[in-house]
């Protein structure tokens, strides 16, 4: 089974500020099925990237990823303070045949 | 506008059997990409994909739940649903339906499930 690993587990840093999150993969996937999502309390999920670095539909261009092989990576430029959320990377492809990462929490500090 | 709505029973008995259903509106369940699963989220915890269906019928699994999950369609009612046999504890979660086939373009907004006596 593929396992992806995100870290790191939580980010503190203060608006305005660059994140940077990664999604490893426990074997080499196709960019062309790892996607990444953003979810806040009390919300579902949100699309934000698709095909490794693909954004979704009116998803602000402070969100950019990149990647391939067994390493991605999701960036935000300039944190805004509605990015303070939970991101996850997900995959499609192997056994499971859809898997999520475990999350990072993006926090304000 | 694609919309997603779950219903569903917000308390299980353990050992019953949990029946979700999600309706879309905004498009036709049978159209193209029509791709359509279910993903639960247990209190505090990350995203777990449960079962796909494409409209065709072609039916897809998560191993560890495949024995006691059915997921289904009812184009008529542009409707599809999620059964869970013999519910444990393990299972209270909230509930997302989604769309897609690679990726999750569109969620539902989602259904609490608790599993309790």
């Known amino acids: 089974d593929i396992v992806l690993t995100q870290s790191p587990g939580t980010l503190s840093l203060s608006p305005g500020e660059r994140a940077t999150l990664s999604c490893r993969a426990s074997q080499s996937v196709s960019t062309r099925y790892l996607a990444w999502y953003q979810q806040k309390p009390g919300q579902a999920p949100k699309l934000l990237i698709f095909?490794?670095?693909s954004r979704a539909t009116g998803i602000p261009d402070r969100f950019s990823a990149s990647g391939s092989g067994t390493d991605f990576t999701l960036t935000i430029s300039r944190l805004e303070p509605e990015d303070f959320a939970v991101y996850y990377c997900q995959h499609y492809g192997n056994s499971p045949l859809w898997t999520f990462g475990h999350g990072t929490k993006v926090e304000a500090k | 506008q694609l919309q997603l709505q779950e219903s569903g029973p917000g308390l299980v008995k353990p050992s019953e059997t949990l029946s979700l259903t999600c309706g879309v509106s905004g498009g036709s369940i049978s159209g193209s990409y029509s791709y359509w699963g279910w993903v639960r989220q247990p209190p505090g915890k990350g995203l777990e994909w449960i079962a796909t269906l494409y409209h065709s019928g072609d039916t897809y699994y998560n191993p560890s739940h495949k024995s006691r999950v059915t997921i289904s369609v009812d184009m008529s009612k542009n409707q599809f649903s999620l059964k869970v046999n013999s519910v444990t504890a393990a299972d209270t979660a909230i509930y997302y339906c989604?769309?897609?086939?690679?990726?999750?373009?569109?969620w539902g907004q989602g259904s609490r499930v608790t599993v309790s006596s």
């Open positions: 989604v769309r897609g086939p690679y990726h999750f373009d569109d």
């Open positions: 095909g490794a670095s």
